[in-house]
């Protein structure tokens, strides 16, 4: 049942369009993000490339800082909308952990950001940066790594991996060839990119249990 905009609370309704205006201020601060740095993201730039007033982004955002940080949460958000439906459709743990891989690939060959794994970029952008930018990007960061590592337990507890397979290290590798397909895909690479989704699929065949 359609409801009306006079049924709306106008306090309802001012909050639609800050979340609406918050969202499309965000989704090209991402994409300028990606391909530049969140040091390239400034406020001025963004208004001009979102279309919107300085005031308007400093009213949702106040300093550029807490922009960066609300741009590398809308990524993360983004990211995982987009495995959402791959994640729901797999049948039993390690279908999800290969999904979880292929839906990472896949998201980049998307170009749903132009500069390709945003987090692989920023990681690298803030390594030796302290404050509270790096701080998110390494709470993102562990959070990966540890969503692989439940994964694969998960697996292994349903007796789906070999004997012997090395959760710990297959994770590594395994996000360790994203790093290295990331950057591949930044300059164009594309069959370095195909190579690392292929020895990818490759160590996920060789730790699954034979069925």
Known sequence: MSVSQDTIAPDDRRRARG????????ERAA???????LEGLTIGRLAAEAGVAKGNIQVLFGDKESLQLATIDWV???????YAAPL???NGPFERLTALVESW??????????????MNAVSSEFRARPGPVRD???????????????????ARA???????????????????????ANVAFTIGDDEEFE?????SRKRLKAARVST
């Open 195 to 199: 190579r690392a989704r292929a020895i």
């Open 136 to 154: 998110r990007v390494a709470e993102r960061r562990a959070a990966k790594r540890r969503r692989y590592l439940d994964a694969l337990e998960a």
């Open 105 to 118: 690939f896949a998201f980049v060959e998307r170009r749903q950001l132009p500069g390709g794994c945003f």
């Open 158 to 180: 349903a007796g789906e991996l070999r004997d012997g397979v090395d959760v710990e290290e297959l994770a590594f590798e395994l996000l360790a060839y994203q790093a290295l």
């Open 19 to 26: 979340d609406a205006s918050r969202a499309k201020i965000l």
């Open 76 to 82: 993360g958000q983004l990211i995982e909308e987009s």
């Open 31 to 37: 994409a300028i993000a990606s391909t530049d740095g």
């Open 88 to 90: 729901a459709a797999a």
